[in-house]
């Protein structure tokens, strides 16, 4: 059978999709600057940046939009600087705004706000992510992104000069290709890439349920699941509100090491349930949905990230932070920096270019990502966490700043975060002498400067800056 080609508008060119027979391995072939993998938050977010900057970008997306994804559905203030910068404020704004965190442990309750930092806003946002997603990558097909969707790519070649992608139906040739397709990735495996075990990995569940207070101004995090004796057991839960009379309410598990081994989410969600306060009114008659969840590659635990023509961003490249389990902030940052990579790439600068991708990712993230490894390698000891909460909950300043850390929100003129935890971890060291080897630990493990996301910001917006000259 002979290959049928259709075209596709596009505002900048116009461009040669093939559909074929899987037999078929000749017929036209129009070269794109890049293909994407997927469309969710890093796929999305590369695409938009790279067809603003004037370049032939196409995505293959597996699934439709609208499409649902296991997640808390939570936009820190990092996510939203990301999607304003995208021009999305007004679309966000319709959306349920909150403005910190409540946590929750021990009888006690603290409201930490987001802190006042010059590069990002003092709120976020809760979005399901079959909205959010469409959102932006309506946003990409509007800077000039072809999107399609229905698209399952199921192998890749790299060559000397260009990249081909191959669906069951779809042929596609690029200069460069981005790996997007989430965690797990299959296509990114199937170019080489490989998990390393030693780096944690996220396990989380989530559930959506009718509740009264879902117009909430504050994300609650609790920090004490209990199982029916009592016993603290690893773990901690959530409830995000989503402000039409639903709450996403789900488990998480920062780390899988041996201290977790055996730990089931589905029971951990059963122990979250009974413990959440009656005023949200949850119980089974409430789910809208069953809970739903999967496992996480956190902490940059995947490589190789970047090869001669391809790069992985977002889940995929396991951007997730091992602090908090937040992944959709890092998603964004890593496909506008894979973009700018890639865009220096295609205006001169060569295959070598892609080479930095990875060095970047290392120096924004790596010493932030192992200081959070470590801090939850301590964490997961019950009974140091448990030290740790009581004497945090007491503390409004001393979480406050811990919620800087976690969220990675820290002013570049304060402290470095690995120097802030081991002052937080050796002062509570001589609370409680059994911290103190730990504490000593976690000072040897942790090297090398933090990343902060103002150098991200930075860096990606001098480049644009740049692009966007050349392109005009």
């Known amino acids: 059978m002979e290959p049928r080609a259709t075209q596709i508008s596009n505002p900048s060119t116009m461009v040669i999709a093939m559909e074929i027979s899987p037999n078929s391995k000749e017929g036209p072939r129009l070269l794109y600057d890049v293909a994407i993998v997927g469309a969710g938050p890093a796929g999305a977010s590369c695409a938009y940046w790279l067809a603003q900057a004037g370049f032939n970008v196409i995505v293959l997306e597996k699934k439709h939009f609208p499409r649902d994804k296991t997640c808390g559905d939570g936009l820190t203030p990092r996510s939203v600087r990301q999607l304003e910068d995208m021009g999305l404020s007004e679309k966000l704004s319709r959306h349920h705004r909150y403005w910190g965190l409540r946590s ?13 930092h010059p590069s990002f806003p003092r709120y976020g946002y809760v979005i399901r992510r079959a909205e959010l997603d469409k959102m932006v990558a309506d946003r990409a097909r509007e800077a000039g992104a072809t999107i399609l969707e229905g698209i399952e790519v199921v192998s890749a070649t790299i060559g000397e000069q260009s990249c081909e992608i191959n669906s069951h139906t779809l042929s596609v040739q690029a200069r460069y290709l981005v790996v997007a ?65 639903v709450v996403n309410v789900g488990v998480g598990l920062l780390s899988t090491n041996k201290r977790w081994k055996g730990t089931n989410t589905s029971e951990l969600m059963s122990l979250f349930l009974r413990q959440v306060p009656s005023s949200f009114e949850l119980d089974n008659s409430k789910a809208i949905s069953p809970p739903s969840g999967g496992r996480l590659p956190m902490g ?45 790439a295609l205006s001169g600068e060569g295959d070598t270019a892609l080479g930095t991708y990875d060095i970047l990712l290392e120096e924004y993230y790596s010493s932030y990502y192992r200081t959070g490894q470590s801090f939850m390698e301590l964490a997961s000891n019950p009974m140091v966490m448990s030290t740790l909460v009581r004497i945090g909950m007491r503390s409004p300043t001393l979480m406050s700043w811990v919620l ?45 400067r933090s990343a902060t996301a103002a150098t991200v910001i930075s860096k990606s917006s001098s480049v644009w800056a740049k692009l966007t000259n050349k392109a005009s």
């Open 104 to 116: 929750v442990a021990f009888g006690r309750e603290l409201e930490l706000s987001w802190p006042d």
């Open 181 to 245: 397709d989430g965690a797990n990735s299959r296509l990114g495996r199937y170019l080489g890439a490989r998990r390393d075990r030693s780096k944690p990995m996220g396990m989380a569940m989530r559930g959506y349920y009718l509740s009264p207070r879902s117009r909430e101004q504050w994300i609650e995090s609790h920090l004490d699941i209990r199982d029916n004796s009592g016993k603290i057991v690893p773990g901690y839960g959530w409830i995000f509100p989503m402000g039409d009379g």
């Open 404 to 448: 800087s850390i976690m969220a990675n929100l820290m002013k570049d003129d304060l402290v470095r975060p690995e120097t802030a935890l081991l002052e937080i971890a050796a002062s509570l060291a001589n609370a409680r002498q059994y911290l103190a080897p730990r504490a000593r630990s976690l000072q040897v493990s942790v090297l090398a």
């Open 300 to 344: 940059l635990s995947i490589l190789p990230r970047a090869g001669k023509r391809h790069v992985l961003i977002g889940d995929a490249a396991s951007t997730i932070n091992p602090f908090n389990g937040e992944g959709i902030a890092y998603a964004y940052e890593s496909g506008r920096l894979a973009a700018s990579v890639i865009a220096e």
